[in-house]
T-cell receptor, first 115, second 109 residues
Framework: NAGVTQTPKFHILKTGQSMTLQCAQDMNHGYLSWYRQDPGMGLRRIHYSVAAGITDKGEVPDGYNVSRSNTEDFPLRLESAAPSQTSVYFC??????????????FGPGTRLTVT | DAKTTQPTSMDCAEGRAANLPCNHSTISGNEYVYWYRQIHSQGPQYIIHGLKNNETNEMASLIITEDRKSSTLILPHATLRDTAVYYCIASSGTYKYIFGTGTRLKVLA
């Protein structure tokens, strides 16, 4: 099993450009989420999904969109990038059982710079 | 979800036990205590979690006080590879994780 994979590893984007960060998992997990980590800070959740076709906002969703058409993939889209979105982005997956929080498995991250 | 408080940094001698404290005085009855660590800029790695009872796995032990207001992560024989930032998180089934800045553990040779 590859676990949680993310592409690309690094990317530089100009202000106003759009981009999709890819996340895929091969563990048949129901729960997928996106986090961002800014320098010297902990991770903050952007969006999450508990099953294909179901997505919801996390704690810092503004400027990001997600979709989930199948179990494996959970792409994060930046429609019009801003310098404030310069960050390291992590995708995480977990089993989903209502009211029981299983441990999350994190991907290696995508380091994004918006100039 | 409850906020947690951890010391900013700690040092530990290689081969000794590393005891990392966490305060979660506002934790509610359905919130679990989770520990993750982040080595360099890698994705966080799950270590252990618990609700009320003490827990042990191949990586660490988790001691939760009876009133559940604090906990301690114990790495029994720290190695240089355990140098990382350790995060203590209180979370219920909503998977809402509030990551603080964690404890930066440095294992010294």
């Amino acid at each position: 099993n590859a676990g949680v994979t993310q592409t690309p590893k690094f990317h530089i984007l100009k202000t106003g450009q759009s981009m999709t960060l890819q996340c895929a998992q091969d563990m048949n997990h129901g729960y997928l989420s996106w986090y961002r980590q800014d320098p010297g800070m902990g991770l903050r959740r952007i969006h999450y999904s508990v099953a294909a076709g179901i997505t919801d906002k996390g704690e810092v969703p503004d400027g990001y969109n997600v979709s989930r058409s199948n179990t494996e993939d959970f792409p994060l889209r930046l429609e019009s990038a801003a310098p404030s979105q310069t960050s390291v982005y992590f995708c995480a997956s977990s089993y989903w059982v209502k009211d029981y929080p299983y441990e999350q498995y994190f991907g290696p991250g995508t380091r994004l710079t918006v100039t | 979800d409850a906020k947690t408080t951890q010391p900013t940094s700690m040092d530990c001698a290689e081969g000794r036990a590393a005891n990392l404290p966490c305060n979660h005085s506002t934790i509610s009855g359905n919130e679990y205590v989770y520990w993750y660590r982040q080595i360099h800029s890698q994705g966080p790695q799950y270590i252990i979690h618990g609700l009320k009872n003490n827990e042990t796995n191949e990586m660490a032990s988790l001691i939760i006080t009876e009133d559940r207001k604090s906990s301690t992560l114990i790495l029994p024989h720290a190695t240089l590879r355990d140098t990382a930032v350790y995060y203590c998180i209180a979370s219920s089934g909503t998977y809402k994780y509030i990551f603080g800045t964690g404890t930066r553990l440095k294992v010294l040779a």
